[in-house]
């Protein structure tokens, strides 16, 4: 079955760690995209990708980073400097960011502090 | 980038009523579309219109699109209580750029 892989499902950062999301899609699809969404809110964007080796800052990229070496593998970097960290992170992609298709998204990563 | 804005921000009704939810937006769009989310999981895409068409449906959902007044809505019939879950509009500017508001939280009772 197609669709996008989002792991660990929980995770837990200690101050001044970096941790990695990851997120691993086989749908074949060109653009990624990483978003936040905090308790009763909607999501945000963090970073977006819309082809290999090619990636762009979304409304919220502070203390994110992302890399995009193979197309179907999207990981979010949360590094020490996002001094707010917690929150839900879903992932997303969609075929070609030029057409009018929809994203699909993962069933995301919870990060807390410890 | 602009946003979508739902309202109502949450909505209660019984089980075999219909929910009806509107989403406004700022700036001309290619398209707008409507996902779900149950709890603790990701979204799920519903429905896309496109800005040249006014109305859609999908099943027990229908779709309205006014681009003049900037504005969406998405309608359930006949809800269950497995259509509890919160919905979101995004409007699709050019570049795919999805942006989200906070959404309906809907309660189907049963």
């Known amino acids: 079955d197609g669709g996008i892989t989002q792991s660990p499902k929980y995770l837990f950062r200690k101050e001044g760690q970096n941790v990695t999301l990851s997120c691993e899609q086989n749908l074949n699809h060109d653009a990624m995209y990483w978003y936040r969404q905090d308790p009763g809110q909607g999501l945000r964007l963090i970073y977006y990708?819309?082809?290999?080796?090619?990636?762009q800052k979304g409304d919220i990229a502070e203390g994110y980073s992302v890399s995009r070496e193979k197309k179907e593998s999207f990981p979010l970097t949360v590094t020490s400097a996002q001094k707010n960290p917690t929150a839900f992170y879903l992932c997303a992609s969609s075929i070609d960011p030029r057409l009018d298709q929809p994203q699909h998204f993962g069933d995301g990563t919870r990060l807390s502090i410890l | 980038s602009q946003q979508g804005e739902e309202d109502p921000q949450a909505l209660s009704i019984q089980e075999g009523e219909n929910a009806t939810m509107n989403c406004s937006y700022k700036?001309?769009?290619?398209?707008l579309q409507w996902y779900r989310q149950n709890s603790g999981r990701g979204l799920v895409h519903l429905i896309l219109?496109?800005?040249?068409?006014r109305e859609k449906h999908s099943g027990r959902l229908r779709v309205t699109l006014d681009t003049s007044k900037k504005s969406s809505s998405l309608l359930i019939t006949a809800s269950r209580a497995a259509d509890t879950a919160s919905y979101f509009c995004?409007?699709?500017?050019?570049?795919?750029?999805?942006?989200f508001g906070g959404g309906t939280r809907v309660l189907v009772k049963p």
């Open positions: 700036t001309s769009i290619n398209n």
């Open positions: 219109i496109r800005s040249n068409e």
């Open positions: 990708s819309q082809i290999v080796n090619d990636f």
């Open positions: 995004a409007p699709d500017p050019p570049g795919n750029k999805l942006t």
